[in-house]
């Protein structure tokens, strides 16, 4: 399951504020091939689609592409506004590299 900060979470809520989102729509996380570092994390605002995890936590909503759950298991979403920009930011205890950027990662072991 993947977990959301509070203030991830806040930023959630106010995104789904903004943009009028029903309560079938919100952040989609998924993996993709790509980036530097070989896999690459997807964000989209949209619709739940069929075989996604949905986790919720302090009273927002993600949904994890099923395809990536198991590369997603156990991150953690959160968000920061710092130096270096303001973002959701996905913390991986299972990659064994990351790009510079945060975008990328190689994970410890492929899963099967």
Known sequence: M???TESAAEQL?????????????????SIEKGGCAGLQYGMEVGGK?????VCEEHGARVFVEDASREHLDGCTLDYADDLTGAGFRIVNPRAVRSCGCG???????HPH
């Open 103 to 109: 975008t990328s990662f190689e994970p410890a072991a």
């Open 13 to 29: 809520r106010s995104l789904a504020a903004e943009r009028a989102l029903s309560d079938a729509e919100g952040l989609r996380l």
């Open 49 to 53: 689609r069929a075989g996604d995890e």
């Open 2 to 4: 993947l977990h959301i």
